[in-house]
Nanobody, 117 residues
């Protein structure tokens, strides 16, 4: 059974930092592409960062430079380091995974809330 479990969310001050983790189990983690999505109230879910099986990363314009996605294949864990947080970063954050050849993400975590004020 595939499981993605996020942790590390909470409250942060404007300009502060938060680190999210996503522990994966039940599939071949290091062969999959991983991503972080977020969804703010009243807004559509957006993909903000992704990392492929080789460690190549891509970021949304809204978070580039401030956020860093990384993965530890030995620990089957995905991370999102968020620096210089803004109130508009307030959202539910989700990790997701897919075989890199897939267009759609097929595995999702339950989400963790980040609130910036």
């Amino acid at each position: 059974q595939v499981q993605l479990v996020e942790c590390g969310g909470g409250s942060a001050l404007d300009g502060g930092s938060v680190r999210l983790s996503c522990a994966a189990s039940g599939y071949t983690y290091n062969r999959n592409c991983m991503a972080w999505f977020r969804q703010a109230p009243g807004k559509e879910r957006e993909r903000i960062a992704l990392i492929n099986q080789f460690g190549t990363t891509t970021y949304a314009d809204s978070v580039t430079v401030r956020f860093t996605i990384s993965r530890d294949n030995a620990k089957n864990t995905l991370y999102l380091q968020m620096n210089n947080l803004l109130p508009e970063d307030t959202a539910m954050y989700f990790c997701a995974a897919k075989p890199c050849a897939n267009e759609s993400y097929i595995y999702w975590g339950q989400g963790t809330q980040v609130t910036v004020s």
